[in-house]
């Protein structure tokens, strides 16, 4: 059966008979956990295979973790990682420091995952932040500048995929100048689109190439004043695949956040007709899942072509004496990452 336009949470730290027959009849893209599916290796080892087993493909397993205040795996079973703001200030006293601990940082993470079942990280992160701007973004960024974020962005990407991780550029076109947290209610942001050309979104172009990408439930009203980015055909197309140039499969940021209006489903479908290719459903509430489940299609055209580039991105894992690096990672950052 084909995979279908959805990405899928889950509501505890194994699988239910009921989360099983909705997986094995959904046929959803890919699984995301949360802290709530997470307790030690071995139990994430075994939902992750078991995820899997039940769909019967080698389906993407995504979470989020970036280091500071985002980070599912944690001690005492997983390193703690800094926020994206040290690579930034390490960046600053030394550019090439900067990038080299960046790309470590991303290659240890991408060990940490990959020996879970993990495949996908939610990193990097694009946003720049500004003067006002809610702190739902604030240390999470790599810097206030567009270059010094793109290019210590794209060096977390290096490493993830150097570990044999695919990382998710977040959050297109741009979530820091956002007034508000969109887990809680709807950002709109009323910059002229050149200043946002020149900062926002500039700093995403040059990661442009990357194979995953995830939207803002941000409203732009210089180019869109009625919908935020996720659900605006305007911003996807002319914005997201037009200005910035990003080609890979973009899903949506989580459906159930409270930025959005409407049913789930209405949010869902509201999505894809935007031009997402996949829409992304976190909080493992099961009939929420079945209502994305219902408006998602089975992927095809060129929605499929980008999920199989994506995947074709996977890598075998370069050979990596993780003891050494996290050493010299803790030489770096003066954080001891074991």
Not at 74 to 96: K, Q
Not at 128 to 156: L, N, Q, S
Not at 194 to 201: C, G, K, P
Request: glycine fraction near 10%; aromatic fraction near 6%.
């Amino acid at each position: 059966m084909a995979a279908r336009a959805f990405i899928t949470g889950l509501s505890g730290l194994t699988i239910t008979a009921t989360e099983r027959a909705f997986l094995r009849e959904s046929q959803p893209w890919g699984l995301i956990l949360f802290a709530r599916n997470i307790s030690d290796p071995a139990q994430v080892a075994d939902l992750t295979q078991s995820f899997r087993e039940i769909l019967g493909r080698e389906a993407p397993v995504l979470v989020d973790q970036e280091g500071g205040r985002v980070q599912r795996l944690r001690p005492p079973h997983w390193p703690a990682y800094p926020p994206g703001a040290r690579y930034g200030a390490l960046y600053d006293r030394n550019p090439a420091m900067g990038l080299s601990t960046a790309r470590l940082a991303g290659h240890l993470i991408a060990a940490d995952l990959k020996a879970l079942g993990i495949d996908v990280d939610c990193l990097p992160i694009a946003d720049v932040p500004v003067p006002g701007g809610d702190p739902v973004i604030g240390d999470r960024a790599y810097g206030t500048e567009p270059g010094k974020v793109a290019a210590i962005a794209g060096a977390v990407a290096e490493g993830l995929l150097a570990g044999g991780v695919l990382p998710v550029l977040k959050h297109l076109p741009g979530h820091g100048r956002a007034g508000a947290d969109s887990h809680h209610a709807l950002p709109v942001v009323d910059t002229d689109r050149a200043t946002l050309e020149a900062t926002d979104f500039a700093a995403f172009k040059p990661l442009a190439h990357l194979p995953l990408g995830m939207t803002a439930h941000v409203v732009f009203s210089a180019i869109d004043p009625i919908a935020p980015a996720t659900t605006s055909v305007t911003m996807v197309g002319q914005v997201i695949r037009g200005f910035i140039g990003f080609q890979g499969l973009l899903m949506g940021d989580d459906v159930s956040m409270n930025a959005l209006s409407g049913s789930i489903a209405e949010r869902s479908r509201a999505s894809l007709k935007a031009g997402c290719d996949v829409v992304l459903h976190c909080n493992g509430q099961l009939d929420e899942m079945i209502a994305v489940a219902g408006e998602a299609p089975e992927l095809s055209g060129v929605a499929a072509q980008r999920a199989d580039a994506a995947l074709a991105a996977r890598r075998t894992p370069q050979d990596f004496d993780i003891a050494a690096a996290r050493e010299t990672f803790a030489g770096m950052t003066g954080i001891t990452a074991t």
